[in-house]
T-cell receptor, first 114, second 113 residues
Framework: SQTIHQWPATLVQPVGSPLSLECTVEGTSNPNLYWYRQAAGRGLQLLFYSVGIGQISSEVPQNLSASRPQDRQFILSSKKLLLSDSGFYLC?????????????FGEGSWLTVV | GENVEQHPSTLSVQEGDSAVIKCTYSDSASNYFPWYKQELGKRPQLIIDIRSNVGEKKDQRIAVTLNKTAKHFSLHITETQPEDSAVYFCAASLLAGTYKYIFGTGTRLKVLA
């Protein structure tokens, strides 16, 4: 069966520091991968999605970036964090060459920028 | 741009009553509509979904209806229980080939015992 792992689970970072969140999917090949952000008490904002290695689509211009160095690995990064980057970050995956396939979420990473 | 509107933002019901959450989407090419339940501090979990070739789907106490003409879909929970209390999100897939899913803003459901 497929599983998704995301880490770290929680982190507290000072403003201006770098960020790296990592996500891996097991049990499937060539998944579509996503990064969503959820601010406290708010909805799910799509940040990036990827349909293959090295293929990244950005949804929101900001100081975050994403990379996909391997088929089942997705990394969210920032060179300098802002206070507004605080939130709950969720990695997710789906499979299939068409839209309309279920998205499954990782456990999430709580980021607090202080 | 693509958008999914969800109402209400909060909903309180008495235990045993029904709850209905409604969503409207803007992209007429959307063909897949999942619903997620998110408990406090946890990841969203899929509870039910519906595809555009179906008008209604039911799974025990949960049902989803879809009106493609009006571009809206609804989640129905019957015989609500305290453990149904959570935040519920609707979502819609976008144009085929983009692999994007846009989520509604969420509904906080409180089931009062």
């Amino acid at each position: 069966s497929q599983t998704i792992h995301q880490w770290p689970a929680t982190l507290v970072q000072p403003v201006g520091s770098p960020l790296s969140l990592e996500c891996t999917v097991e049990g499937t090949s060539n998944p579509n991968l996503y990064w969503y952000r959820q601010a406290a008490g708010r909805g799910l904002q799509l940040l990036f999605y990827s349909v293959g290695i090295g293929q990244i689509s950005s949804e929101v211009p900001q100081n975050l970036s994403a990379s996909r160095p391997q088929d089942r690995q997705f990394i969210l990064s920032s060179k300098k964090l802002l206070l507004s980057d605080s939130g709950f970050y969720l990695c997710a995956w789906s499979v299939g060459l068409t839209s309309g396939n279920t998205i499954y979420f990782g456990e999430g990473s709580w980021l607090t920028v202080v | 741009g693509e958008n999914v509107e969800q109402h209400p933002s909060t909903l309180s019901v008495q235990e045993g009553d029904s709850a209905v959450i409604k969503c409207t989407y803007s992209d007429s090419a959307s063909n897949y509509f999942p619903w997620y339940k998110q408990e406090l501090g946890k990841r969203p979990q899929l509870i039910i979904d519906i595809r555009s070739n179906v008008g209604e789907k039911k799974d025990q106490r949960i049902a989803v209806t879809l009106n493609k003409t009006a571009k809206h879909f609804s989640l129905h929970i019957t015989e609500t229980q305290p453990e149904d209390s959570a935040v519920y999100f609707c979502a819609a897939s976008l144009l085929a080939g983009t692999y994007k899913y846009i989520f509604g803003t969420g509904t906080r459901l409180k089931v009062l015992a």
